[in-house]
């Protein structure tokens, strides 16, 4: 299977997709998403595919959506039949919900900047670890949107509350130490370890039945949901509906493309 996007290792029980727009630091566009989507899809149906890896290539993990991508209309496909795959919601936004409910345990190795749905699909993984180089913000705000994609109920559930609203309240750059110490990832490793330390993690889960692993994924995170995540991404793209109809919101994401300071009216 030949991608443009991603690239696919499949090596000892282990598949490693790996984001691969290292000079975009991997943010992703449909195109992308699609990619992510069938690789996902192969790998599932592969019996020898024990655990999976997400990473990225070059210094970036995932800096999110392509937002220049986005604001230059190139977000749609030119031909009906690729037009309609964007669409579908599994192929686009429900991609994190892919990622969440597949059958296998997911290790997310954050290389390097992680920022908006980047994190999203991080925190969809299993488990989280982090290079020595890795730096996260939130993102969202700062283009004029409130978290989305489950950002509102993942970040949350995973640090806090309060530690939450402080990132997307103020935006701030955070290092790969406080990532740890407020909980965001598992783990911080050597840059250089990082996958080495993801494929040990992965191998130690070789002891575990495959259904028993399944199972353990299914009742762990119907335990912590009490209420439907799709209703909560749901109540977040309302509010995403509804900002995308303000003046600041469109100076938000001007601004961010030429790189100025945005100049808000509260309207």
């Known amino acids: 299977m030949n991608f443009k996007y991603i690239l696919l290792d499949v090596s000892e029980g282990i598949a490693t997709i790996t984001f691969?727009?290292?000079?975009?630091?991997?943010?992703?566009?449909?195109?992308?998403?699609?990619?992510?989507?069938?690789?996902?899809?192969s790998v599932d149906a592969d019996d020898k595919v024990r655990v999976i890896i997400f990473?990225?290539?070059?210094?970036?993990?995932?800096?999110?959506?392509?937002?220049?991508?986005v604001m230059g209309?190139?977000?749609?496909?030119?031909?009906?039949?690729?037009?309609?795959?964007?669409?579908?919601?599994?192929?686009?936004?429900?991609?994190?919900?892919?990622?969440?409910?597949?059958?296998?345990?997911?290790?997310?190795?954050?290389n390097g900047v992680v920022a908006g749905s980047g994190m999203c699909l991080a925190l969809t993984c299993d488990i989280l670890l982090a290079s020595d180089k890795a730096t996260y913000r939130v993102a969202f705000t700062r283009m004029g949107m409130p978290p989305r994609d489950s950002l509102s109920y993942l970040l949350p559930m995973r640090i806090g509350t309060h530690q939450a609203l402080e990132l997307v309240y103020t935006n701030r750059l955070i290092d790969a130490g406080e990532m740890e110490r407020i909980g965001l990832v598992n783990k911080i490793v050597p840059?250089?370890?990082?996958?080495?330390?993801?494929?040990?993690?992965?191998?130690?889960m070789f002891q575990i039945a495959p259904l028993s692993?399944?199972?353990?994924?299914?009742?762990?995170?119907?335990?912590?949901?009490?209420?439907?995540?799709?209703?909560?991404i749901a109540l977040s793209?309302?509010?995403?509906?509804?900002?995308?109809?303000?003046?600041?919101?469109?100076?938000?994401?001007?601004?961010?493309?030429?790189?100025?300071?945005?100049k808000y009216k509260g309207k």
Request: aromatic share 4%.
């Open 191 to 204: 840059h250089d370890e990082l996958i080495k330390t993801a494929r040990e993690l992965a191998k130690s």
């Open 237 to 262: 793209e309302l509010a995403v509906k509804h900002l995308e109809t303000t003046e600041d919101q469109r100076e938000a994401q001007q601004s961010f493309v030429e790189k100025r300071q945005p």
């Open 55 to 69: 990473t990225g290539a070059g210094r970036g993990f995932c800096a999110g959506a392509d937002v220049g991508n």
């Open 213 to 232: 692993l399944a199972m353990a994924k299914k009742v762990i995170y119907q335990g912590v949901s009490n209420a439907d995540v799709e209703t909560k």
């Open 20 to 41: 691969n727009r290292p000079e975009k630091l991997n943010a992703l566009f449909p195109d992308m998403r699609v990619e992510i989507r069938s690789a996902l899809e």
């Open 73 to 110: 209309g190139a977000e749609m496909a030119e031909d009906e039949p690729k037009r309609a795959l964007y669409l579908q919601p599994v192929a686009t936004s429900r991609l994190l919900e892919v990622i969440r409910k597949i059958n296998k345990p997911t290790i997310c190795a954050i």
